[in-house]
């Protein structure tokens, strides 16, 4: 079964670091882009961050760019986001998802993210 | 990157159809043919119903459907089930590697 799951979400204080994590199985994860695309409660959806299948090229949201780095682990399987410098506005529900040829055919469950004091 | 526009919400009957409008511009929706839609039912991750305008996914039911002229694309659920009532977000590629999403449209089956 093809499946993304996503972990490290949580509460962090206004100014500081999370890792999200999101593991792939059921198909060759090295042959495929990959996103985070976040949503606020209540609100749409945005795409945060996109990586080539080889790790060669990254691109984030103007919000995002200088405080987010995504990464991936092909041999692990495995997408990261690692978010610094956190703030109230980032508070959503991360979402890793899979690009198939300009189309996201597969998302993880989602992790929540809680910046908040 | 300015967000696609779409209605706040669209209604229909069981067995009616409703179409939700996407209207972007010359450098996402008009540029490109990499327009798709996604439902998502209340605490759920996102689903993927249209790829290429006007494509469905293996297992999505005919009944949905879209379409594209110039800046604005459309996705048309025919047939409108109880189990369709979701938010739908359009989405389109935007060049430079860039996807933009749109507002979303809650669709109601009355």
């Known amino acids: 079964e093809v499946q993304l799951v996503e972990s490290g979400g949580g509460l962090v204080q206004p100014g500081g670091s999370l890792r999200l994590s999101c593991a792939a199985s059921?198909?060759?994860?090295?042959?495929?882009?990959m996103n985070w695309v976040r949503q606020v409660p209540g609100k749409g959806l945005v795409c945060v961050s996109r990586?080539?299948?080889?790790?060669?090229?990254?691109d984030y949201a103007d919000s995002v760019k200088g405080r987010f780095t995504i990464s991936r682990d092909n041999a692990k399987n495995t997408l990261y986001l690692q978010m610094h410098s956190l703030r109230v506005d980032d508070t959503a529900v991360y979402y890793c998802v899979r690009d198939s040829d300009y189309r996201l055919d597969v998302w993880g469950q989602g992790t929540t993210v809680t910046v908040s004091s | 990157q300015s967000a696609l526009t779409q209605p706040p919400s669209a209604s229909g009957s069981p067995g009616q159809s409703v179409t939700i409008s996407c209207t972007g511009t010359s450098s996402d929706v008009g540029a490109y043919e990499y327009v798709s839609w996604y439902q998502q039912h209340p605490g759920k991750a996102p689903k993927l119903m249209i790829y290429e305008v006007n494509k469905r996914p293996s297992g999505v039911p005919d009944r949905f459907s879209g379409s594209k002229s110039g800046n604005t694309a459309s996705l048309t659920v025919s047939g409108l089930q109880a189990e369709d009532e979701a938010d739908y977000y359009c989405n389109s590629f935007a060049g430079s590697h860039n996807y933009v999403f749109g507002t979303g449209t809650e669709v109601t089956v009355l």
């Open positions: 990586i080539y299948n080889d790790g060669s090229s990254t």
């Open positions: 059921g198909f060759t994860f090295s042959n495929y882009l």
